[in-house]
Every structure is written in structure tokens, then in C-alpha cells.
């Protein structure tokens, strides 16, 4: 994206993740009422100017509306399930006082988003398999071998098979021999007394 028009750092996507409010999932409506002239809402002006972009970022289910010389002071007015609404005086406020007041009001606390973030590590590695995650096991990932007590191996993927077909692995009289000639029953019958 090129680097033209007032601010353009303001619409890199390290701006933009750097905003500090994320609202509640209650929030369905964000509006912002202020004048484009006058001192007492220079704070609002501001506001709307380098955090509104990072605001949209970060709640993107959230309808966002700003609306320009309707009333003499700014406010912020927001609308939330069940049909509640919030308001909140921004007159006389600067930029860092407006977002600070919004995320004490509609934001999440420090503990959830960490909370949320873990979550969404944990969620997101595919690597991850158990009950906790979404895959049971590993037999469910595209390309591997499924379970052998839901479907049977073919025998050429078991190795006891393989062997026994390749001749290093010969069964004798209750022991396996390995590489070893059959022993008669003579020699058997010797050995155990041997011992």
C-alpha cells in the first residue's frame, strides 16, 4: 500500500493491531456524535482521526457509525443485545481520556483477552491432537493411516507378517527363533531336561 494521504501509518496492520479496546460480545453498535469545529471536541476529533481505524480492526463484528454536527456537545452512544443502550459524555475529553473511559465501560479486561488468546494458540496449532483439541487423534488428519481398531492394517503394513514372509522370523514350540534352523523334537525334548 503506498505511503500517500494524512497519516498513512495509521493503516499499516502494526498500527492498527496496536489498539487497546476490544468490546464485549454484548456490543452490536458503535456511534460516535461530534463537531467538526469547536475546542470541546477537539478529543473526539482526534479520536476518531487515529483510533477508530485500530477500533474497527479489532471488533469487526461491530457496527461502527461516526455522525458529524448533529448536537452541540459529543457523545458516544453505543447499542447492545436486548435492546440497551449506553452513553457516554466525551465533552472536554482528549484522545487518550476517550479510549480509556471506552475500554473501562465496553472493553474486555487484560485477564479475558489473555484468556482468549491462549485459547486461540491452542486452537489454531494442528500439530494438537486429544480430547481437548479438535481432533480426537491423528488417525483423523488427511494422510495418515487410520485407526487399526476401526479399520484392520492390510498385511503387508503389519511387521509380524512381513517378517514371517521375508523368513527371518520362524515360530517354533511356544518360542520365536530368530534366523535360527528348526529344532527337532529330540533336541528339544534335550534341552528342556538340561535344564
Known amino acids: 500500500m503506498p ?3 494524512k497519516f498513512p501509518l495509521r493503516r499499516t496492520l502494526r498500527y492498527l493491531k496496536e489498539g487497546k479496546v476490544h ?6 453498535v458503535f456511534t460516535i456524535t461530534y463537531n467538526t469545529f469547536g475546542e470541546k471536541c477537539q478529543g473526539a476529533r482526534d479520536f476518531v482521526f487515529y483510533n477508530l481505524q485500530q477500533l474497527q480492526y479489532n471488533n469487526p463484528k461491530v457496527q461502527m457509525q461516526t455522525l458529524t454536527n448533529l448536537t452541540p456537545s459529543p457523545y458516544i452512544q453505543c447499542f447492545l443485545d436486548g435492546c440497551e443502550e449506553v452513553l457516554i459524555d466525551i465533552d472536554n475529553f482528549s484522545q487518550s481520556e476517550i479510549v480509556e473511559r471506552l475500554n473501562k465501560v465496553l472493553g474486555k479486561s487484560e485477564l479475558i483477552l489473555a484468556a482468549e488468546e491462549l485459547a486461540r494458540r491452542q486452537l489454531v496449532n494442528p500439530a494438537h491432537f486429544g480430547r481437548r483439541f479438535g481432533r480426537k487423534c491423528i488417525c ?4 495418515q493411516v487410520t485407526c487399526p481398531g476401526e479399520v484392520a492394517l492390510p498385511k503387508e503394513m ?3 507378517y512381513r517378517d514371517m514372509k521375508a523368513g527371518c522370523l520362524k515360530a517354533g514350540k511356544g518360542r520365536i527363533q530368530i534366523g535360527l534352523p528348526d529344532v527337532d523334537d529330540e533336541q528339544d525334548a534335550a534341552l528342556q531336561t538340561s535344564v
Not at 23 to 28: A, D, S, T, Y
Not at 140 to 143: E, I, K, L, R, S
Open 158 to 160: 503389519r511387521g509380524k
Open 23 to 28: 468490546f464485549k460480545e454484548r456490543v452490536r
Open 3 to 5: 505511503m500517500i494521504g
Open 140 to 143: 483423523q488428519v488427511d494422510g
